[in-house]
């Protein structure tokens, strides 16, 4: 009976050493990702002072540092496409139902792991045509 008992412990011994080494496993990743995700969120990215001509002229992959002073200013809200146009130059991708139209602002650049490749600015439009919300979007 002592051996049967002895048996029993070693598995239960063995069972949670074994539950506790998954667990462990698996709460280090999920930190490790969202750590990641967080490092590279739109929270943490520059803050460059926004101009047109500067938007316009950097290439797509670094508008994300103009987007936090962007953001903060409102400037975006209830213009109409064409005054949109006029300020960030042509978008990269439009789409007609509902009526958006995306700016990309951010590659992952080689040196980064994030599980977005690709961050879009995206501007949809009311019934009347005006800016009516403004979004981060990633792939």
């Not at 200013?73 to 958006?100: A, H, M, Q, T």
Request: glycine share 4%; hydrophobic share 40%; net charge neutral.
């Amino acid at each position: 009976m002592n051996r049967i008992a002895n048996a029993y412990r070693w598995l239960r011994w063995t069972a949670f050493v074994c539950v506790s080494l998954i667990v462990t496993y698996l709460v280090l990743w999920i930190v490790v990702f969202i750590g990641i995700e967080v490092v590279y969120s739109p929270f943490w990215w520059p803050n460059d002072k926004f101009t047109s001509s500067a938007w316009k002229t950097s290439p797509a992959e670094e508008r994300y540092r103009f987007y936090q002073d962007l953001d903060r200013s409102d400037r975006l809200f209830g213009l109409s496409e064409k005054e949109v146009r006029s300020l960030l130059g042509e978008p990269d991708s439009i789409w007609p139902n509902p009526r958006r139209i995306n700016y990309i602002i951010k590659h992952r650049s080689s040196g980064e792991w994030t599980f977005n490749s690709v961050y879009f600015l995206q501007l949809e439009f009311d019934s009347t045509g005006r800016v009516a919300s403004i979004s981060i979007e990633a792939d």
